[in-house]
């Protein structure tokens, strides 16, 4: 298998986090961007001093910086997202730009990017949700509809080989067995992050195969993991508030967990 060198956007996220965690044991190269380099220190002591790791800090819109942290990467994992139901939320489309911006001049040679989404904005599945699958769409509109807008600003450009990485919920457990699956209504409902870490860098490393694909994971062989009720409900109770009195969403902010 050959050794890719990997550009890992939003390493101080919880899914990036785990991707360096992941890959920093391996022979692979890492290119690490964060906006904080104290935060990437705490969340990785040692990292920015790790032989097989080159930092990147600044923010994505320093389109020189950017640039520079994508060149010569086999693959890039976009893990910069929200997951506050935040009106007008704009991340996804940001950084979608941002990539877009920094990778025109590797058109003739472009790096995979797995850009990280949800399973419940693919188009093939949206029409068949069910009730539940709905309701969770109406309470986190504005986080969906920002990363559908992305998804189509870098569906724009085909010179881009893009996999669109669809997970389930996300929640904090044990690592799993992972296999991926072009069909995301088989995709798992819950899905832990490290999990997702190992299967966002599967999809990079088999980028041929899922080019152009919305790609769901089935982790655990399919069996069901279990979520933390408690946390479920303080992370959606501020969200159902953004979603019935926008103006109120700030009120509710400061009980997301961290």
């Known amino acids: ?29 890492l290119n690490v961007y964060a906006r904080d380099a104290a935060r990437l220190e705490a969340k990785h002591p040692g990292l920015q001093s790790a032989a097989n790791v080159t930092t990147f800090i600044g923010d994505l819109s320093d389109t020189a910086l ?15 997202a929200q997951n506050q139901n935040e009106p007008g939320c704009s991340i996804a489309q940001r950084t979608a730009q941002a990539l877009i911006t920094a990778l025109e001049s590797r058109k003739e040679n472009c790096p995979t990017v797995v850009f990280l989404a949800s399973f419940s904005v693919d188009p093939s599945r949206a029409a068949n949700h069910t009730f539940a699958g709905r309701a969770l769409h109406a309470v986190l509109n504005n986080v969906y509809s920002d990363l559908e807008h992305a998804i189509v600003l870098l569906q724009q450009h085909p010179w ?14 044990a690592p ?31 980028g041929s195969k899922w080019k152009g694909e919305y790609v769901g994971m089935v982790v655990n062989g399919g069996k069901p993991i279990e979520a933390n009720p408690a946390a479920l409900m303080r992370y959606l109770l501020p969200n159902v508030l953004a979603m019935v009195c926008p103006p109120l969403w700030r009120a509710g902010r400061n009980y997301w967990p961290v």
């Open 160 to 173: 881009i080989p893009l996999v669109v990485a669809a997970p389930g919920g996300l929640v904090h457990d």
């Open 1 to 29: 298998m050959p050794t890719y060198r990997y550009a890992i956007l939003g390493a101080t996220g919880q899914t990036g986090s785990e991707i360096v965690k992941l890959l920093l044991p391996t022979s692979a190269h």
């Open 176 to 206: 799993h067995t992972v296999e991926l699956t072009a069909d995301t209504a088989l995709a798992s409902p819950l899905t832990g992050y490290a999990d997702l870490a190992k299967g966002m860098v599967m999809m990079g490393d088999e």
């Open 66 to 80: 950017l640039s520079s942290c994508l060149a010569g990467c086999d693959v890039v994992l976009s893990t910069v």
